[in-house]
Nanobody, 127 residues
């Protein structure tokens, strides 16, 4: 059974930065993909970014392109989300998700294609 644990959320001023971490354990994450989603109150869960474990190829939602960077450390089984130039509309609970088989390659933005989820970490952007 895989386990994903997010950390790094918090309160930040508009224009500020945060780095989220997602530590994966319990399985070997050498294939498939990892992704970040977010969910604001009253809204559906929204795709943010994804990265393929093997190649490191990255994919982003248009709303965060150029501001957020997803990366991975294979040795630590950890995925990061560097968030810069944060806006109030980025406020949400951020979730890490793992796809073990690669089926998410067909559509990274579909949360149903992921096998495991973390508990989420709150990000609040406010002055």
């Amino acid at each position: 059974q895989a386990q994903l644990v997010e950390s790094g959320g918090g309160l930040v001023l508009p224009g500020g930065s945060l780095r989220l971490s997602c530590a994966a354990s319990g399985r070997t994450f050498s294939s498939g993909a990892m992704a970040w989603f977010r969910q604001a109150p009253g809204k559906e869960r929204e795709f943010v970014a994804a990265i393929k474990w093997s190649s490191g190829s990255t994919y982003y939602a248009d709303s965060v392109k150029g501001r957020f960077t997803i990366s991975r450390d294979n040795a630590k089984n950890t995925v990061y989300l560097q968030m810069n130039s944060l806006k109030p509309e980025d406020s949400a609970v951020y979730y890490c998700a793992a796809d073990l088989s690669g089926r998410a390659y067909f559509r990274f933005s579909n949360p149903l294609l992921y096998d495991y989820w973390g508990q989420g970490t709150q990000v609040t952007v406010s002055s």
